[in-house]
């Protein structure tokens, strides 16, 4: 039987202490410390290589710290922590001898809070044809229809990995409000892009990664307040080469 338990409302919902990862003599991530509060939705930036993957991989329970803590609603990642994770990751991998409409019943046998009628409706709204085999949907289309199924979770920590990378331009601005309109009202979204100024209207708080180094965790209204920049702004003079 699942383990049933209530939301520690004292705990951070992410949090990470002095969390290092290695992968032989590469450092992914090192030494970060950082939590994050509920209700927000956060920027994960840095250039490829920063260890964005890394860190999202991790607080989805796909890989362990070499040293130092990651929790989730102070539990380390785990059977707990997957019944209030969603995550959607870079590459496409869905059954591509699936329709639309068969992923929608996978996922509702496989998550408690997933919400059927909220997938279909997204799919509606987004043009995904339902009937027709995933292998025959574009790239676009696929990254579509797995951000729909991810926010169709009524879960409490999401993980999105560049979920408007493969996306056409114009489509990009209603991607972005399907993620606004449709994560629990307490729960934090961390979404990892290279797409600064398109996500940067619907951010509330960002985490600056460089070489595994966490060197900024900044609101947006801060850093548009105190340094007089856009995220996009501050990024390219960060980073600035």
Do not use: W
């Amino acid at each position: 039987m699942r383990r049933v338990r209530a939301m520690n409302s004292t705990a951070d919902l992410l949090k990470c202490e002095d969390l290092t990862k290695k992968f032989g003599k590469d450092t992914a991530l090192d030494n970060i410390s950082f939590s994050l509060d509920p209700g927000h939705i956060v920027g994960l930036l840095g250039p490829n290589g920063a260890g964005k993957t890394t860190l999202i991989k991790m607080a989805a329970g796909l890989l362990t710290p070499t040293s130092g803590a990651i929790l989730i609603d102070g539990d380390a990642p785990g059977v707990y922590s997957k019944g209030i994770v969603s995550y959607l990751p870079e590459r496409t991998y869905l059954n591509e001898s699936m329709t639309p409409d068969q992923t929608i019943k996978f996922f509702s046998d496989f998550y408690e809070d997933f919400d059927p009628e909220r997938a279909g409706e997204m799919m509606e709204s987004l043009n995904v044809n339902r009937t027709k085999p995933v292998k025959n949907l574009s790239k676009g289309t696929k990254e579509k229809l797995q951000l729909i199924l991810v926010m169709s979770r009524k879960a409490r920590l999401y993980l999105l990995d560049e979920p408007i990378g493969g996306v056409d331009p114009a489509a990009r601005d209603y991607i972005l409000n399907t993620i606004l309109q449709n994560y629990e009202e307490d729960a934090t979204v961390i979404i990892s892009t290279h797409l600064i100024a398109d996500v940067e209207q619907i951010l509330d708080e960002v985490l600056f990664l460089q070489d595994g180094k966490l060197i900024l965790q900044e609101s947006v209204d801060t850093i548009r307040e105190e340094r007089g920049l856009s995220v996009d702004e501050t990024f390219r003079e960060v980073f600035r080469c």
